[in-house]
């Protein structure tokens, strides 16, 4: 079994920057994807970043230019630093990690706020 567990959400003020980082244990997998999905109060569930084992990002209009994804893939962790964040970041983050096969693991979520 794998999990995942987020860290590094909290209150940031607008302009400001926050670091997230996911790491996974327990069963020793590789995985394709890494990356990172958001749910604002009453929205769906959006990808904001991901990042495949050979390097290769994706990210959502919303935040290139401000957000940057990384993996350590010896450690089976991925990060998200966010720079210059707006209040409309506001969301709880949850970490995504895709197998080669297509198995989906998901984290628990950390909860970021922007203040205004």
């Known amino acids: 079994q794998v999990q995942l567990v987020e860290s590094g959400g909290g209150l940031v003020q607008a302009g400001g920057s926050l670091r997230l980082s996911c790491a996974a244990s327990?069963?020793?997998?590789?995985?394709?994807?890494m990356g990172w999905y958001r749910q604002a109060p009453g929205k769906q569930r959006e990808l904001v970043a991901t990042?495949?084992?050979?390097?290769?990002?994706n990210y959502a209009d919303s935040v290139k230019g401000r957000f940057t994804i990384s993996r350590d893939n010896a450690n089976n962790t991925v990060y998200l630093q966010m720079d210059s964040v707006k209040p409309e970041d506001t969301a709880v983050y949850y970490c995504?990690?895709?197998?080669?096969?297509?198995?989906?693991?998901w984290g628990k979520g950390t909860l970021v706020t922007v203040s205004s």
């Open positions: 990042k495949t084992i050979g390097g290769v990002t």
């Open positions: 327990g069963s020793i997998v590789s995985f394709n994807f």
């Open positions: 995504a990690c895709v197998t080669f096969l297509g198995v989906y693991y």
